[in-house]
């Protein structure tokens, strides 16, 4: 199975950006930093707040560093949102990221961060539409 990460929808949880330039607000939740496109009004996008995105371009390729470009598509309530435990999910491997598949469609998934971070991964994604492999 051939999967790309452009194009992929993930959730993330973006947080107030405290270094002084363009990008106001970002996410850690896909290990490698993520930024929302700079053509896209962000408006909307509060501190701490879930949001579904769509990853657009992935800056420094194949390396640890670099960021993700996304576009917001939805604002998610923490209360729809269900943290996937082993045995939810399938794992894929290519290009030292980790493609989290769960198993079960149509819902807002997470992996724990306790999860993620036993990855040596240069990212990973839990990724809801699978379908586009």
Same mark, same amino acid.
């Given at each position: 199975? /051939?999967?790309?990460?452009?194009?992929?929808?993930?959730?993330?949880?973006?947080?107030? /950006?405290?270094?002084? =330039?363009? =990008?106001?607000?970002? $996410? *850690? $939740?896909? &290990? &490698?930093?993520?930024?929302?496109? *700079?053509?896209? *009004?962000? =408006?909307?996008?509060?501190?701490? !707040?879930?949001?579904?995105?769509?990853?657009?371009?992935?800056?420094?390729?194949? !390396?640890?560093?670099?960021?993700?470009?996304? !576009?917001?598509?939805?604002?998610?309530?923490?209360? $729809?949102?269900?943290?996937?435990?082993?045995?939810?999910?399938?794992?894929?491997?290519?290009?030292?990221?980790?493609?989290?598949?769960? &198993?079960?469609?149509?819902?807002?998934?997470?992996?724990?961060?306790?999860?993620?971070?036993?990855?040596? %991964? *240069?990212?990973?994604?839990?990724?809801? =539409?699978?379908? %586009?492999?």
């Amino acid at each position: 199975m /051939n999967f790309d990460i452009i194009g992929s929808i993930v959730i993330v949880k973006f947080f107030n /950006n405290v270094l002084e =330039n363009y =990008n106001s607000l970002l $996410t *850690r $939740t896909l &290990k &490698k930093v993520g930024v929302i496109d *700079r053509n896209i *009004r962000n =408006n909307d996008i509060k501190d701490g !707040q879930f949001w579904k995105v769509k990853i657009l371009k992935e800056i420094c390729e194949n !390396q640890i560093k670099g960021c993700f470009i996304l !576009q917001p598509l939805e604002y998610i309530d923490t209360a $729809t949102i269900i943290k996937l435990v082993p045995g939810m999910y399938e794992e894929l491997e290519e290009d030292n990221i980790l493609f989290v598949l769960p &198993k079960l469609l149509g819902y807002n998934y997470i992996l724990p961060l306790n999860l993620k971070r036993l990855s040596n %991964h *240069r990212a990973v994604l839990c990724v809801l =539409n699978n379908a %586009h492999a």
